[in-house]
């Protein structure tokens, strides 16, 4: 038989079902709409159930409780600030399950300690000055936090004007070509660090020259020039030379335009027929740094204080929507 229905229509399922040819299982409810030519469905859920849906895509299953104490509290934060700017709203749903939010896929995954940490921490998000802060969070800063404003322009946040990750790096300015090239070039070694971890603590890369100048629009480059550095060492903007000059003021921009890289935050070492690349650190570097969050959880820090490192002068609480 043929069934006709209106959206938005509620549908539930007892059972997990994938979705999308993803080999994933969501359970719950469902929110099917038609957004133009496109059936958008949407998971309807608690926000403590989006959060245990997050931090274990985000910082790892096996990560320390402390860490993934810190990570919801982050996520909650994150999933709040992000719901008040209400981006998709012309999507039809709150939030998307990729990096652009933040990652999420149900409950593949999770575990007994993840959701600990959840309902430990139920209800408790960063505030900064009385309100939501912006608890934006990444991979691996490399040594150093950057500022918001460096990475995405826009008024500064006392609470993300970057901090110091790891204390080595204190004395280094490596806004500087020359602590920054130190920096990368140097060795930096945590016999607990996973996989992924020690993949973020130097890496590199290559990328011919011919493909850079098509990702830039040009046909040719003679010349490549570091224009400005953040606290954190990313690149935020870089001249490249042909036929003309083309400017990249964004480190994203500049990681794609380099064939996607783990984050702006390198120096060429070679630039001949193959452009070759050396750095450090993943993702745009602002707020928390995951790895760093890891390293602490191991040394004994609570997700407090944890929190406070990455997001200074802001506070916790679970008192914040308003009645």
């Known amino acids: 038989n043929d069934h006709y229905f209106e959206t938005p229509l509620l549908i539930k399922s007892e059972r997990d079902i994938q979705i999308g040819g993803l080999n994933l299982g969501f359970g ?28 274990q895509n985000e910082i790892g299953t096996g990560a320390p409780m402390e860490a993934l104490k810190t990570q919801a ?58 309100r939501i802060a912006d608890a934006t969070y990444h991979s691996a ?16 946040l006392p609470h993300l004007m970057g901090v110091t990750c790891i204390s080595a790096a204190d004395s280094l300015d490596l806004s500087t070509e020359t602590d920054a090239k130190r920096w990368i070039d140097s060795q930096l070694q945590d016999p607990e660090a996973s996989s992924w971890e020690k993949a973020a603590l130097g890496w590199k890369r290559d990328i011919s020259r011919s493909r850079l100048a098509s990702n830039l629009g040009l046909n040719r480059i003679k010349k490549i020039e570091i224009l400005k550095r953040g606290n954190s060492g990313r690149i ?9 000059s083309v400017t990249l003021d964004s480190e994203y921009k500049i990681r794609q335009a380099f064939g996607g890289l783990p984050s702006s935050f390198f120096y060429i070492t070679s630039f001949g027929a193959t452009i070759s690349v050396k750095g450090k650190g993943s ?28 997001y200074p002068g802001t506070s916790l609480s679970r008192d914040w929507m308003p009645r």
């Open 73 to 130: 509290v982050a996520a909650r934060t994150h999933a709040i600030s992000l719901l008040l700017y209400n981006r998709h709203k012309a999507d039809g749903y709150d939030l998307c399950n990729g990096t652009h939010c933040q990652v999420y896929k149900g409950q593949y995954l999770s575990n007994v300690n993840i959701r600990k940490a959840v309902l430990d921490t139920a209800g408790e998000v960063i505030l900064s000055e009385g």
């Open 236 to 244: 935020v903007s870089m001249r490249f030379s042909g036929e003309h």
């Open 28 to 55: 719950g409810q469902f929110i099917i709409k038609a957004i133009g030519e496109k059936l958008v469905i949407t998971h309807f859920l608690s926000l403590e159930d989006y959060v245990g849906g997050v931090i």
């Open 283 to 310: 993702g745009h570097g602002v707020g928390m740094c995951q790895v760093g969050a890891l390293r602490l959880a191991r040394a004994g820090w609570t997700y407090p204080l944890i929190l406070q490192r990455y």
């Open 141 to 156: 800063c490399g040594g150093k936090t950057d500022s918001s404003t460096n990475i995405w322009k826009g008024s500064p």
